[in-house]
T-cell receptor, first 112, second 115 residues
């Protein structure tokens, strides 16, 4: 029943490498958000991209949005061991304002 | 500024017992959400409040789940009776407006184990 799907489900890289995670969604959106969740903790907001934006940067994070393909990607550059976490996209559809729908996440492991 | 506070962090009960979770959102946040997160999955919305009003409870299993947000601040989520399949993490989140305008702030969650 989730609207979004992340790909890959799991990703393991070495410290210093870049990590790319992808998200697909099903309906037209107002915005799409990325969150991070450390094991046993709550979700923390990383970045929001609006439907009229194509790319957004925040520190080592780069998010792209392709509304024609209903997809988004999150790139983490120069990864660190502290980036180890699960990453979720949340899409906010035009038809139900305020209903963030999450995918099942990508589990990222960054090896020191 | 204090974050979203949830309690208890952990709860272990036997099936058919009742359980309640409490959430105190960030001061000034009008919108409050309850999500359920099963192991290895993303959060699923159970109910969303705008102030005191439940504006989206379509995913709340109303036969056993209930929620309230008296005075538009704190909220409680209750399960009675609990079933084995209710084992999950229950996350509370709040936002200043709707998710269309900004981010959600999450609490640490309440992990429920039903035996």
């Amino acid at each position: 029943s989730q609207q979004g799907e992340e790909d890959p489900q799991a990703l393991s890289i070495q410290e210093g490498e870049n990590a790319t995670m992808n998200c697909s969604y099903k309906t037209s959106i107002n915005n799409l958000q990325w969150y991070r969740q450390n094991s046993g903790r709550g979700l923390v907001h990383l970045i929001l991209i609006r439907s009229n934006e194509r790319e957004k940067h925040s520190g080592r994070l780069r998010v792209t949005l392709d509304t024609s393909k209903k997809s988004s990607s999150l790139l983490i550059t120069a990864s660190r061991a502290a980036d180890t976490a699960s990453y979720f996209c949340a899409s906010n559809p035009n038809t139900n304002a305020g209903k963030s729908t999450f995918g099942d996440g990508t589990t990222l492991t960054v090896k020191p | 500024e204090a974050g979203v506070v949830q309690s208890p962090r952990y709860k272990i009960i036997e099936k058919k017992q009742p359980v309640a979770f409490w959430c105190n959102p960030i001061s000034g946040h009008n919108t409050l959400y309850w999500y359920r997160q099963n192991l290895g999955q993303g959060p699923e919305l159970l109910i969303r409040y705008e102030n005191e009003e439940a504006v989206d409870d379509s995913q709340l299993p109303k036969d056993r789940f209930s929620a309230e947000r008296l005075k538009g601040v704190d909220s409680t989520l209750k399960i009675q009776p609990a079933e084995l399949g209710d084992s999950a993490v229950y996350l509370c989140a709040s936002s200043r407006g709707s998710a269309n305008t900004g981010e959600l702030f999450f609490g640490e969650g309440s992990r429920l184990t039903v035996l």
